[in-house]
């Protein structure tokens, strides 16, 4: 049986080669920090903030429930440590918050592969084929072996997950996990996401029910899309759930109102996915 998750974006480091607090930067109009945490709350329980002592009173990290360091100066395997010692019995998905790129599909993806029985699940770097310990889950298994690994002088996450028994799977995305540590990184992701979002895109509220909530994994979420009508918009959101109904099997409604599957969508629009009704 899985271990409960728990969600925990690393927001602790010094910010010394951006020159400004990264956490803080925008993008798509809100700060890294309060984007990281709304693509975790869509798929944990509970979802924290890792913090350094100092920036505990920080305005942008106090809107959210915090762990603070225990150890210093030992960079963010120290968030993961403190994360697991105040909730030992809990798995962890870590996300660092320089990851501008990171979308739910992969994150949607990374959870489907998550193998419990292994101590971490996470990527292999599509740039140089290494875990992305910044992008991963950790089961409680892994509190043991980590704190001993960091009793032993070593601090890098990387290095541990190349040593554990890890579960490994390819990105979907291979710049999803592209972080942004400097000015120019920032600008470069930045144009990324402007040329990735088609000038038509639509902003799309989506709930799901019975067996569409339980393969999505979700209630409800928002999308922006280039769909244009409730057929494309479920075909593209299939590439990213195990969708199994056909749509000919479902109804669908727009804006509390059955609708038609070819129906033009717009902008701010809610779109619901009915499953066949169960029973006789």
Same mark, same amino acid.
């Given at each position: 049986m899985s271990a409960p998750l728990y969600g925990l974006v690393l927001a602790g480091g010094r910010s010394t080669r951006m020159g400004q607090d990264k956490a803080a930067l925008r993008v798509a109009g809100k700060p890294q920090l309060e984007r990281t945490a709304a693509l975790l709350a869509a798929h944990v329980l509970e979802t924290f903030v890792s913090v350094r002592a100092d920036q505990h009173d920080d305005p942008l990290r106090g809107r959210f429930a915090q762990i603070v360091d225990t150890r210093a100066n030992l960079g963010p395997i120290a968030g993961i440590l403190a994360a697991q010692e105040r909730h030992p019995d809990k798995a962890w998905l870590v996300l660092a918050c320089d990851l501008p790129l990171l979308d739910e599909a992969s994150l949607a993806f990374l959870l489907r592969a998550r193998a419990p029985q292994r101590l971490a699940t996470a990527f292999r770097s599509s740039h140089d084929g290494l875990p992305e310990p910044l992008c991963a889950v950790y089961e409680p298994a892994s509190r043991a072996a980590l704190a001993a690994y960091v009793a032993r002088g070593q601090h890098? $996450?990387?290095?541990?997950?190349?040593?554990?028994?890890?579960e490994l799977i390819d990105q979907p995305d291979p710049r999803a996990l592209d972080n942004a540590n400097t000015p120019e990184e920032y600008a470069s992701a930045m144009n990324a996401l402007e040329e990735a979002v088609p000038a038509a895109a639509r902003r799309i509220t989506v709930q799901y029910y019975a067996l569409l909530r339980e393969q999505a994994g979700r209630r409800e979420e928002s999308v922006l899309t280039a769909a244009r009508t409730p057929r494309e918009l479920y075909t593209e959101l299939a590439r990213r759930y $195990?969708?199994?109904?056909?749509?000919?099997?479902?109804?669908?409604?727009?804006?509390?109102?059955?609708?038609?599957?070819?129906?033009?969508?717009?902008?701010?629009?809610?779109?619901?996915?009915? $499953? $066949?009704?169960?029973?006789g």
């Open positions: 890098c $996450p990387r290095k541990f997950l190349m040593s554990a028994d890890v $195990p969708f199994s109904l056909d749509p000919a099997v479902l109804r669908v409604a727009i804006n509390a109102e059955f609708g038609d599957w070819s129906a033009p969508l717009a902008d701010g629009d809610s779109i619901v996915f009915i $499953p $066949p009704v169960a029973g």
